[in-house]
């Protein structure tokens, strides 16, 4: 049963009172103006429920089952690396937050060249009250539901990037997100914004990770503008422990000629939500989206598309993969719009997922809903299992045959962790996904 | 005695495919086994690698004096068996060097013999590669994807160079391969003759034999070995074709 309807807007409304509470005062007319516009959103917003399709196949109970406090412990010295260890990118900038609060110590934004603004959003905020409010709440307006209703409620703080035109960046920036361990249930709100302007280039990597019992919910909403002839490659990498809850929601704006590449890892969590918006503003926008979904026992990873091509002559693709290998579920959930005025849109969609046990369960559903004409589109969807041809081919070789499952199921994935086009995080992604697959051939997890 | 295959009768679906089969490889030997399309080549060299599928109902293997049946197919790997497969399967996403690697490391984790660090792991790789003439570049690719014919065989001979198996099977290895291609993988099953190994090469046609000289001929019909002799037996075959033993076996 979901919660009631009730029940469900006294949780939200007792979430974002908790945090609110702890919010510095803004003296900021417009980020206070924002903020109560949220909360009246909180009102006035339909509950979630299964009767929509962005629901349809997505129980929040467990986490409604819980209240949720922000944290109040210093983020500075509350994390070691002893109980979260985290392989650092080579030569990055770094921004880290703990439970959605950041941590200046722990970060690392030194050396920046000129055109760059890389600090978090309560700094910037605090230091210029109008740079960041130019765009803060532009793509994401309102919201599409009331977790978005409640990020802008209580916005706080995350990541503010700013490229000046033309700018190129070599090395990556990191956004690193940790969840620690609290007595409590802890929310960990993240508000990022990231505005390439003309031209420029730059690649950022956002992982997630978190304490091994940490009880952690994180809700980022992050708004990225992509001016005309930028290029953002942009990395989601979540691990976080199973008994965590993530929302992660994108909204991507693309002007002319612009390319976002997305591609996103999501292996950990009790249950893990990522959603996409992406509007293009101009003409010949690419936008390149690939990710993985693993999920096991007690997981459920939930994706969401919505790529809406409303200009002529964009380019998007999605490639989404799923590997199920314990009694886990999944739901895919891809929608592109091609509207009347979207001549030449070239768009493809594609969903495969890869069963290794039994009861595990993927509810998959990629739509095209194309109003223009002289449109190349196409999407396609698999379900399948291990080949037994493959498997005896392996064993053949004398590979015993979990060590064969854990070697074609990686290959399945490596599709898209290929994608990650960094050394540390390639490495990484492929030895997560065959500790994973090992445990579960052990037993642990039914496959 | 390397293998001993007695009274052998195999169903595939609920159909009788291998009706009292009987053979003998000893070390050292090479066999061929020929025979028309159907007659049961392909289920002996499967039921013998351990694959799925196959109903064995009478008979018995002994390879080394093991009871062959009972072992499962990488157990029967680790103890030397190789089946180069006819229709070599695809692994997306599985990059070469890594199958060659697990699958060599596995075999000598069986043996008591330590892994291979990655230098001398790609040494030997190097050197089998380069003994039978598969481009290197393919060792980086996904196992098998996007390999042409040719290059997909050459693969299953680079696995055997480098494996070493003590009874090594060729199921129709030769087909779809032009004559120079048959001759560099020819030259790769000669490499691998000794005293202690044995070759049991499956083939449709004799021209493999004009390239890999067998010790012994077997013509293989409707699930039965009709004749066995030497290579003068498949100059025969390709003179006669398979039409005068058939019908001898039917009658």
């Known amino acids: 049963m979901m919660t009631g309807e009730v029940e469900q807007r006294h949780w939200f409304r007792d979430v974002a009172q908790r945090g609110v509470l702890r919010l510095p005062v803004a003296g900021n ?30 129980r929040i109970d467990s986490l409604l089952d819980q209240d949720f406090y922000p944290d109040e412990t210093d983020s500075d010295t509350s994390f070691t690396s002893d109980t979260c260890p985290v392989t650092p990118l080579t030569d990055a900038w770094r921004l880290v937050f703990v439970n959605g609060r950041y941590a200046p110590q722990l970060s690392n934004d030194a050396n920046r060249p000129d055109g760059v603004t890389l600090v978090s959003l309560a700094e910037s905020l605090a230091r210029d009250p109008q740079q ?78 978190s304490e091994a019992s940490a009880r952690t919910f994180h809700n980022g909403l992050t708004e990225i503008r992509l001016e005309a002839g930028a290029t953002l490659n942009h990395i989601c990498f979540q691990d976080v422990a199973r008994s965590a809850w993530h929302l992660d929601s994108l909204f991507v704006s693309q002007d002319t000629g612009s390319q976002y590449r997305g591609v996103s890892l999501m292996l950990g969590g009790a249950w893990s939500r990522m959603e996409y918006k992406v509007d293009f503003t101009g003409e010949d926008a690419v936008c390149d989206l690939a990710g993985l979904y693993a999920v096991g026992r007690g997981q459920l990873s939930d994706i969401h598309l919505d790529i809406d091509h409303s200009l002529p002559s964009c380019r998007s693709r999605s490639n989404f993969r799923g590997l199920l290998y314990g009694k886990g579920r999944a739901v895919f959930d891809g929608c592109i719009h091609v509207g009347e005025a979207a001549r030449q ?51 053949s070789r004398g590979i015993d045959e979990a060590a064969a499952r854990i070697l074609l199921a990686t290959g399945f994935a490596a599709e898209i962790t290929r994608r990650l086009d960094d050394p540390v995080l390639c490495e990484l992604a492929d030895s997560l996904l065959h500790d994973r697959l090992a445990a579960t051939a052990d037993g642990a997890g039914g496959a | 005695m390397m293998l001993t295959v007695r009274n052998l009768h195999v169903d595939v679906e609920g159909k009788p495919i291998l009706k009292g089969l009987d053979l003998e490889i000893d070390a050292g030997e090479v066999h061929a086994i020929m025979g028309p399309n159907g007659s049961g080549k392909s289920t002996l060299s499967h039921v013998l690698a351990g ?79 380069q003994q039978i003439g598969l481009d290197e570049t393919l060792l980086k690719r996904q196992v098998n994807v996007g390999f042409s014919g040719g290059e997909k065989k050459r693969n299953e001979i680079l696995q055997m160079a480098l494996l070493e198996p003590a009874l090594a099977i060729l199921d129709e290895t030769d087909s779809g391969l032009d004559i120079d291609a048959m001759r560099v993988i020819a030259d790769g099953v000669n490499a691998l003759r000794s005293a202690d190994r044995a070759i049991l090469l499956i083939t449709h046609y004799q021209r493999l034999l004009d390239y890999i000289a067998p010790d012994r001929v077997h013509v293989l019909v409707d699930g039965r070995i009709v004749r066995s002799g030497d290579r003068e037996l498949a100059l025969e075959l390709e003179q006669k074709g398979y039409g005068w033993l058939t019908e001898g076996a039917a009658a």
């Open chain 1, 29 to 58: 007319r417009r980020l206070e103006q924002l903020r109560e516009k949220a909360n009246r959103a909180l009102d006035d917003m339909p509950a979630i429920g299964r009767r929509q399709e962005d629901w349809r196949y997505t």
């Open chain 1, 132 to 209: 960041a409010m130019r765009w803060l709440g532009s793509l994401a307006g309102q919201g599409r539901h009331l977790f978005h209703a409640l990020n802008s409620a209580i916005l706080a703080d995350g990541l503010f990037l700013h490229v000046e035109k033309g700018v190129h960046l070599e090395q990556p920036v990191e956004l690193l997100c940790l969840g620690a361990a609290r007595t409590q249930a802890t929310l960990a709100p993240l508000r990022n914004l990231v505005v390439l302007e003309a031209g420029a280039q730059l690649t950022l990597v956002e992982r997630f990770v």
């Open chain 1, 345 to 395: 849109t070239d768009a493809q969609l594609r969903n495969d997922n890869l069963v290794l046990a039994p009861d595990a369960e993927i509810d998959t559903k990629p739509r095209l809903e194309i109003y223009a004409d002289e449109v190349k589109c196409s999407h396609g969807t698999t379900v399948g299992r291990l080949d037994p041809q493959q498997v005896f081919y392996l064993r």
């Open chain 2, 51 to 129: 694959r799925d599928g196959y109903d064995i109902t009478q008979g018995e293997v002994q390879y080394r004096g093991e009871d062959l049946l009972a072992l499962c197919t990488e157990e029967r790997a680790r103890k030397g068996i190789f089946l180069a497969l006819q229709y070599p399967v695809e692994l997306p996403g599985v990059n070469n060097l890594t199958f060659l690697r697990e699958s060599l490391n596995a075999i000598r984790c069986a043996h008591d013999q330590p892994e291979l660090d990655s230098a001398a792991f790609m040494r030997r790789v190097k050197q089998c590669a």
